[in-house]
C-alpha cells in the first residue's frame, strides 16, 4: 500500500510538472514530415490516417464521402467523460490546422517522457477529429465543395454532404467542445496596429444579441487561457475574429447547440507564406486546449482575458509603398501604393507562383506592409521592352541586372524554357507589348523607381527589387501575351 500511494505521489508530481509548453520544445518528433506545403492532397491525408489506425491507438471511421465521392474519416482516441470534437479544412484551401492535426496524432502515438500528459489527456477525454472535411475543395485548392457552397454556411439546409456529416458526428458525440479550425488572408491585423494577427480566436455568438451563457463562457475562458500560452512566442500576434452573429454558419449553430466552440483561424506571419510556423502554433494552442480542458484549469478563468483580445482588422499588404511620383498630363502628383502577391496555382494546384497585383491607391498612411518602403523622392516610370527577340539559350547569356538598370523590365522569348531558365524580367510572346502603367486596382505591379534620372529601384511582378543589393531569386518570369 505504501509503494502504491508513493508511486501514485511521484506519478502525480511528473505530471503536474509537464506543460503544454515542454511537449512544443520537442515539437520537431512529432512533426510529420511527409507534408510541407498547404497543397496536399485527400490521398496525402488518406495515407496518413492509415498509418495512425495501425498504430492501434486510434479508432477510424469512414463517415460518408464527399459530392466526388472522396471518403471524409473520423478518428477516435481516448476513453474519458469530455467529449471533444475537431475538424479542419472545411474550406478546402485552408489547409494549416490539418498539418497540425498530423502532427498531434504523432504525439498521440507516441511513447515517451510525455506519457503523464497524455494519460491526463486521454483518461479524461474522448477526442474526435474530422481532417479535411471538404477534400474535393483540398483537390483543387479552393473555398468551397464541389456544389459551389461554402460548407461553413450551410448548417441550417444542410444541402451539402460533407455538412451533413459534420452535423451528424456532433450530435452522435453530443461533444461538450468543439474546435473550427480555419485559415484567413495575410492581411488581418491585430486592431489598429503593426502587428499581423496570426492567430485569432472567437467564442461565436448563438444569437444576434451576442448572450453569453455557461456554453459559450467555457469556450471564452479557454481562449483567455490560450491567449496568455501564445503571448510567450507570438507576441501581440493574437487577435479575436468578429463575433458578429451569422445565423447560417457552423460555429454559432454548434454552440447554440449546447458545444462550447472555439474558432481558431491561421492568419500571417513575417517569413511564413506557407504557414509551418503558423502549424506550431496551432499544435500548441490545440494541445493547451486539451491539458485546460481536462485538468479544468479553465474553469477558474474570468472572462476578462477573452474580452481584453483586440479584434483583428485589415490593415496589412505584401508590399507597400508609400509617398512615390507619378506624371499624369505633365503633373507630378505624390501616392501610396499597396501590392498583393497573389498565389497562383499550377502543376494541378500542387504548386504556386506569386503574382503581384495593385490592390490599393492613394492615402495609404493608416496601413502596414510586410515590406514598406518610403519612395520619397523617387518617381514611378514604365518598365521598357528590350527590343531582341531571344531564344533560351540567348536569354542565358543576357545580363538582366543592368537590363533592370537599364529600365527594361520585359523580354520578348520565343520557344519553351524550362523553370530554372525563367528571367527575372516578365516574358512576353514575340510580337507582345508591354502592359502601360496604369495603377489601377488588380493591374499587374510593374514599373521602375528612378531618382535624379538613376533607376535605382524597380517593381517587378508585385516583387521590390533593390538594384544595388539584388543577390539573385526569381522575380518575375511571367508570361504575359
Known sequence: MFKTTIVLLIFSMTLAAQTPEDVFSKYDQYKESSISNRRFKH??????????????????????KSILGKSIYSLEI???????????????DEATATMALMDLFHFFVADDEFNPIREQILSNATLYFIPMLNPDGAEIFTRRNALGVDLNRDALRLQSPEARILKNKRDETQADFGFNLHDQGRVYSVGYSPKQATISFLAPAFNYEQEINEVRASAMQVIGQLDRVLQNYIPGHVA???????????????TKWGTSLILIESGGYPQDRDKQFIR?????????????????????????????????????????????????GGIDYTIDLAVN????????????????????????????GYETFDASGYQALPGKVYPKVLTAKKLATLDQLQLLKEGYLFLKVKGEMKAEEKPILNILSAKGEAPAMNFRIGNAANFVLSKEGKVEYVVINGFLVDLDSYEGGVYGGVFIK
Open 341 to 368: 502577391q497573389d498565389e497562383v496555382d499550377y502543376n494541378s494546384h500542387k504548386d504556386y507562383y506569386l503574382q503581384g497585383k495593385v490592390e490599393e491607391v492613394g492615402d495609404l498612411s493608416i496601413f502596414y
Open 280 to 328: 506550431r502554433m496551432n499544435f500548441l494552442s490545440i494541445l493547451s486546449s486539451f491539458v485546460f480542458i481536462t485538468n479544468e484549469s479553465y474553469k477558474r478563468e474570468t472572462l476578462k482575458g477573452y474580452e481584453q483580445l483586440p479584434f483583428n482588422d485589415r490593415l496589412f499588404f505584401d508590399l507597400l509603398i508609400t509617398g512615390m511620383k507619378i506624371n499624369k
Open 43 to 64: 490521398q496525402d491525408i488518406e495515407k496518413l490516417i492509415k498509418k495512425f489506425e495501425n498504430t492501434g491507438k486510434f479508432k477510424v471511421k469512414e463517415e460518408g
Open 240 to 254: 479575436k475574429y468578429s463575433d458578429e452573429f451569422e445565423p447560417r454558419a457552423f460555429g454559432d449553430n454548434i
Open 78 to 92: 481516448g476513453t474519458g467523460p469530455v467529449h471533444i470534437l475537431l475538424w479542419s479544412q472545411m474550406h478546402g
